[in-house]
């Protein structure tokens, strides 16, 4: 009898695995079904649509025209454009105005928020996302990924300003990734831990790959531009030169952030990028960029710090604005820290003695 069940139960649990898809997890996790949970559960599903059209497109990048490239215009941060760009900020604004959940979006690529027209249903949530992170990566076919985080509005923004946005990021309701490498990943948290999900492309669902994940504590990889150590404080340098001189350590680093970050969600270490010279607050965007991955490894029980301050507790001046990012297992950030803190001790020391 025994030998009947056993194989049985191995079957409904590979059934179970199979079937967990996002929305159905989304609802598991806030064990409800009220309006709140329906409307994560619908946001999560919008993002996961704009996700398979992105990485449809991704996928067939060197056969159809138009996907490679650049598109000939410069963004808001001053930077060049790529059609990828523009192709994935469109997808996520397609998919969410005709969907009653969001009132605005904001992104990389625009300068200010896309309001959701009067003539279509208008929610109370909104959607900040970077749609390509990593564009460099596009052209030569290596891993890029979408940023994305869900706020709710609040106030009326009447002056279409959205400074109700300029909070700081323990204000996010969720947060995630899209990871579009050899297969197409889905990380998100809604403040209860944080869970990746796998692009099946034959069911064309994101089926549950890992719940509940931890960073280590600590971990073996470093990854940051080294080419700008010329630029950095001396204080960062410090810790380079640590690295390279203990055992240990080795370097990553793609110029994607979502694939650096999804190594060390998985494999602990630290991931930076600091103020340089020629960017003092460093490169990448608060809202968009840092805050949601800094709400991730939090969940994860690491730690995000600009060098100076728990980045979710950073409150923005503008929509568009920058942070240092310091991100990873709770002990490497602690190290990079430690390197701070000692220079600003000798540079206060310094300044005591000179008065
Ligand atoms: P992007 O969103 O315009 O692609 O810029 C963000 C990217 C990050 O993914 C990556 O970590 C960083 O820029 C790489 O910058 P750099 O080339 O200066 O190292
Ligand atoms: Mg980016």
């Not at 309701?173 to 492309?201: C, W």
């Amino acid at each position: 009898m025994a030998d009947v069940v056993q194989p049985l139960g191995e079957a409904e649990r590979t059934l179970d695995r199979d079937c967990t898809t996002l929305s159905r997890h989304v609802l598991q996790q806030l064990q409800s079904f009220g309006a709140e949970a329906q409307d994560l559960s619908a946001l999560m599903n919008r993002i996961a649509l704009a996700a398979k059209l992105i990485a449809r497109r991704l996928s067939r990048a060197g056969l159809v025209e138009g996907v490679l490239g650049f598109t000939g215009e410069t963004n808001v941060q001053g930077e060049s454009v790529k059609k990828m760009d523009t192709y994935a900020n469109d997808v996520f604004i397609s998919v969410f105005k005709q969907s009653g959940l969001v009132c605005r979006l904001a992104s990389e690529e625009m300068e200010k928020p896309y309001y959701i027209p009067e003539n279509c249903p208008i929610g109370r949530y909104t959607l900040l996302y970077d749609p390509i992170d990593g564009s460099s990566n596009i052209d030569i076919n290596l891993n890029i990924g979408s940023i994305f985080s869900i706020r709710r509005q609040e106030g009326d923004d009447i002056d279409g300003e959205a400074r109700d946005l300029l909070q700081h990021g323990r204000k996010q309701l969720a947060a995630g990734y899209i990871l579009y490498g050899p297969s197409t990943m889905l990380v998100y948290s809604i403040g209860r831990g944080v869970h990746s999900f796998t692009l099946d492309p034959s069911l064309g669902e994101f089926i549950l790959s890992n719940e509940n994940i931890k960073v280590p504590d600590h971990g073996s990889i470093y990854s940051v531009n080294e080419g700008n150590f010329w630029q950095w404080d001396e204080s960062i340098r410090d810790f380079i030169r640590y690295v390279h001189r203990h055992e240990g350590y080795t370097a990553r680093y793609s110029g994607a952030l979502v694939g650096d970050f999804h190594r060390i969600l998985s494999q602990g270490g630290v991931f930076l990028y600091p103020g340089t010279l020629k960017k003092p607050e460093g490169k990448l965007r608060l809202l968009y960029e840092t805050a949601p991955l800094a709400f991730l490894i939090d969940q994860a029980g690491g730690r995000a710090s600009t060098g100076t301050q728990e980045l979710l507790d950073v409150v923005p001046k503008a929509l568009h604005q920058r942070t240092p990012l310091i991100i990873g297992s709770n002990e490497d950030v602690a190290l990079v820290e430690s390197f701070i803190q000692e220079r600003a001790r000798e540079a206060q020391e310094t300044t005591m003695a000179r008065s």
